[in-house]
């Protein structure tokens, strides 16, 4: 089972703001290892969404953004819109287990 | 392009082996770790374990050890993660990708699907 921790699920009208939280412990978020962000849309593979905590690959709208504090790490999206809907999860190192991802979080868009 | 294309879906029965193919292309072949994750049908994303192609070094997650095998081929830019010993609790997608650092798995394979049913 994985050691970082998610939501199941948040929800949002279009336009609002959403976080989802990640939660680790001394050995991975709150070791400072970096933090990234996948977003899964229905049927397709992953796609990196953030990387290193807070930073947006090429073609990654603004809208998204990332933080860390402690042991835990957020995702937030504003002005959310339909195309957001999907399941994200976030992914770190561990220093017993080597990589690891969250238990994943599906936004619905209402 | 940075591209991964996996090999095709696989039906395998129970205690047979599978061996999934990832091939690159637009890169460096063996100036990038490549990571294999699987996800089970409706459930979330799995580390399974990451390969170096420059030396072939390999790490897994404890869950797969002495069970998984991932080995490179340099020659065609060509990974491989064979999974033993299948059960259907092994029926899953598995995903190959490009591990850039910082930059985190930036590059996935389309997937590859596998199901083991008697």
């Known amino acids: 089972q994985s050691v970082l921790t998610q939501p199941p699920s948040v929800s949002g009208a279009p336009g609002q703001r959403v976080t989802i939280s990640c939660t680790g412990s001394?050995?991975?978020?709150?070791?400072?290892?970096?933090v990234h962000w996948y977003q899964q849309l229905p049927g397709t593979a992953p796609k990196l969404l953030i990387y290193?905590?807070?930073n947006r690959p090429s073609g990654v709208p603004d809208r998204f953004s990332g933080s860390k504090s402690g042991t835990s790490a957020s995702l937030a999206i504003t002005g959310l819109q339909a195309e957001d809907e999907a399941d994200y999860y976030c992914?770190?190192?561990?220093?017993?287990?080597?990589?690891?991802f969250g238990t994943g979080t599906k936004v619905t868009v209402l | 392009q940075v591209q991964l294309v996996q090999s095709g879906a696989e039906v395998k029965k129970p205690g047979a082996s599978v061996k999934v193919s990832c091939k690159a292309s637009?890169?460096?072949?063996?100036?990038?770790?490549i990571h294999w994750v699987r996800q089970a049908p409706g459930q979330g994303l799995e580390w399974m374990g990451r390969?170096?192609?420059?030396?072939?070094?390999?790490n897994s997650a404890q869950k797969f050890q002495g069970r998984v095998a991932m080995t490179r081929d340099t020659s065609i830019s060509t990974a491989y993660m064979e999974l033993s010993s299948l059960t259907s609790d092994d029926t899953a997608v598995y995903y190959c990708?490009?591990?850039?650092?910082?930059?985190?798995?930036?590059?996935w394979g389309q997937g590859t699907l596998v199901t083991v049913s008697s």
């Open positions: 990708a490009r591990w850039n650092g910082q930059p985190g798995l930036d590059y």
């Open positions: 637009g890169y460096t072949f063996a100036a990038y770790y």
């Open positions: 390969i170096n192609p420059d030396s072939g070094g390999t």
């Open positions: 001394s050995s991975n978020i709150g070791a400072a290892y970096d």
């Open positions: 290193g905590d807070n």
């Open positions: 992914q770190s190192y561990d220093s017993r287990t080597l990589y690891v």
